[in-house]
Each structure stands twice: as C-alpha cells, then as structure tokens.
C-alpha cells in the first residue's frame, strides 16, 4: 500500500495548493520528508502534521512552506525556502506543507487563509 495522498485546497481562494501532497506521520517520514522521495513535481508537496521541526536538508531545490494550526488556518508562509535549511517552530503550528516553489504565489495564499485537506 502506499503512501496516504491529500488534496489541499484554499477555501478563502478557491484555489488549489496540492492535488496530491504526500502525508508524512510516521518518525522516518517526517524527518526524511522530501530528502526520502516525496517528490516535489507540480501539484505535489509533502503535509507533515505533529512536528515541530522543519527542514530542508536534502533538497536540491526551492521550496514553499505554509504552516496551519489546529483548524488548518495559514499562520505562517515561506517563499522559495533554500535547500539545507532548518527551523524549530512555535507551538501554534499544528501541521506545514511542504510545496514546489511558486505555489504560494500561484495560489494566492495569505496569513488567515482556511485550507481544506481532503484524501484526495
């Protein structure tokens, strides 16, 4: 069986983030993420719930990150995070996607926005 699949849509924007983002749970999951094979093609991502450490290390390209908290409110979003990079975050952060670079942008997506995560 494979790995769980989402579809990640903003509901503020009606537009859409991910039509596919892997979700990483388990321990080997969430910290190999997208250096282990989620691989960042267009409509992908990587939605990683309960952890608090974000990383790059690993990636060889850009990435978008969106952090959501506990109702899958945007709190916090990073354009084109650099490969091998590292972060300790806040509590209030329930969950962050891991998206190819530009979806931000292309989506529209803001602080305050409401995202819908469906199997997808």
């Given at each position: 069986?494979?790995?769980e699949?989402?579809l990640?849509?903003?509901?503020?924007?009606?537009?859409?983030?991910?039509?596919?983002?892997?979700?990483?749970?388990?321990?080997?999951?969430?910290?190999?993420?997208?250096?282990?094979?989620?691989?960042?093609?267009?409509?992908?991502?990587?939605?990683?719930?309960?952890?608090?450490?974000?990383?790059?290390?690993?990636?060889?390209?850009?990435?978008?990150?969106?952090?959501?908290?506990?109702?899958?409110?945007?709190?916090?979003?990073?354009?084109?995070?650099?490969?091998?990079?590292?972060?300790?975050?806040?509590?209030?952060?329930?969950?962050?996607?891991?998206?190819?670079?530009?979806?931000?942008?292309?989506?529209?997506?803001?602080?305050?926005?409401?995202?819908?995560i469906?199997?997808?």
């Amino acid at each position: 069986m494979g790995r769980e699949r989402v579809l990640v849509f903003n509901q503020t924007r009606e537009s859409v983030l991910s039509l596919g983002a892997d979700v990483a749970d388990g321990l080997v999951d969430r910290w190999g993420g997208l250096a282990l094979g989620a691989h960042l093609r267009p409509g992908g991502g990587l939605w990683i719930r309960s952890f608090r450490v974000l990383h790059t290390i690993g990636v060889t390209s850009r990435v978008d990150v969106v952090c959501l908290d506990a109702a899958n409110q945007v709190v916090e979003i990073q354009e084109g995070l650099l490969p091998f990079q590292v972060k300790l975050l806040p509590d209030h952060i329930s969950s962050f996607l891991e998206l190819p670079a530009h979806t931000i942008h292309d989506s529209q997506t803001e602080i305050g926005d409401e995202l819908a995560i469906s199997p997808s």
